[in-house]
């Protein structure tokens, strides 16, 4: 048979196989979001999430640890304050459970990198991303407050802020702050094309911040649009931005895709609590391979173009790249 290509030749032992690897990715650019809640000696289970915990502060170096220990090199903090109220003002108290938290994480495990997420919507009592105008969420009122939560979060001790509200110009506004602060060195992750999904589900159940009326869908982007993410993309990175992030990941590979080949800065893609409860869900009921769908699912996002995930299977996949089952 005249068949000079065969695409098999290449398929047929491990070692060729992963010589010819197209995508290379490695635990350094993997972050593990976590929730710290108020409270003593808690390790509570989220329900739509198993296997992921809200810690209070006398507990959360253990999972610090535990990532450090995995070779995971960053963490995302999300906080669960006791109080709410209608400004959220706990974002940005010097007491605040994200600044004590900063203080604690970086004094009793230094070597990992902190961000923080940037956003109203645990601290307020309406469960909105910011400050409301009768039953909207006011853009410029909310601004200032964004701008502070993370100028608040960065003097105790954050490496890098991620302002998640979706608020228009928050980026320009986070980084005027940062730099008159003298804060100059301090990057900003923007999710800059954070679509209105229900994949959010499990996270709000876990951070208590769905909103208690009406839907986040005037300021998170519609699922229907691709050209409306890269508008949002090329306006962060005018305004400052450092890194990109597109969230969810697995619905949106597209955007990862066109996102990396229009801009020059690195991208992110996070993996959202949905994507997480949907392999777990499934894998125990026992009908997918939960390590085998987890690699798959993650050397997908990367392939699809991302330089970083944000994922709450940070440590098991840490582990399998240290197996070399996937990277
Ligand atoms: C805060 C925020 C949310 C998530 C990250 N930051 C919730 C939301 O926008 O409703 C979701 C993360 C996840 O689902 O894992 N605005």
Redesign the pocket.
């Known amino acids: 048979m005249d068949m000079t290509i065969r695409s098999r030749r290449l398929r047929s032992t491990p070692v060729l196989r992963k010589m010819v690897r197209e995508t290379r990715m490695d635990a350094s650019s993997l972050i593990y979001?976590l929730f710290v809640t108020e409270g003593e000696d808690k390790k509570e289970e989220i329900p739509s999430m198993p296997g992921q915990y809200r810690y209070s502060l006398d507990r959360m170096p253990e999972v610090l640890t535990e990532m450090a220990d995995a070779g995971v090199p960053s963490v995302m903090l999300?906080g669960i304050p006791g109080q709410k109220d209608e400004c959220g003002t706990g974002a940005w108290a010097e007491d605040g459970i994200i600044q004590r938290a900063l203080l604690k994480a970086k004094k009793e495990v230094p070597d990992l990198y902190y961000i923080t997420?940037v956003?109203?919507?645990?601290y307020t009592s309406h469960g909105h991303?910011g400050i409301l105008t009768g039953d909207q969420v006011d853009n410029d009122k909310t601004l200032p407050m964004i701008a502070k939560t993370a100028l608040s979060q960065v003097q105790a001790g954050a490496d890098m802020v991620a302002p998640?509200?979706?608020m228009d110009g928050r980026v320009g506004e986070i980084r005027h702050l940062l730099d008159q602060n003298g804060y100059t060195d301090v990057p900003i992750m923007s999710?800059a094309s954070?679509y209105a999904?229900a994949?959010?589900?499990?996270?709000?159940d876990?951070?208590g911040?769905?909103?208690s009326f009406g839907d986040?869908k005037s300021y998170?982007m519609d699922y229907h649009n691709r050209l409306e993410a890269l508008k949002e993309v090329k306006q962060d990175c005018k305004e400052g931005a450092d890194i990109i992030m597109v969230?969810?990941a697995l619905s949106y590979l597209d955007i990862v895709r066109e996102v990396r080949n229009t801009v020059d800065l690195p991208v992110a893609a996070?993996?959202?609590?949905?994507?997480?409860a949907m392999i777990k869900a499934a894998a125990m009921k026992g009908w997918i391979d939960e390590e085998q769908m987890i690699c798959e699912t993650t050397a997908g996002i990367y392939r699809a173009g991302c330089d970083i995930l944000l994922t709450?299977f940070a440590k098991e996949i840490a582990g399998f790249m240290k197996e070399g089952r996937i990277g």
């Open positions: 979001p999300f997420d956003c109203m919507c645990e991303c998640s509200d979706m999710y954070k999904s994949f959010y589900g499990p996270f709000r876990a951070a911040s769905a909103p986040r998170q969230k969810p996070y993996s959202v609590s949905g994507e997480y709450y």
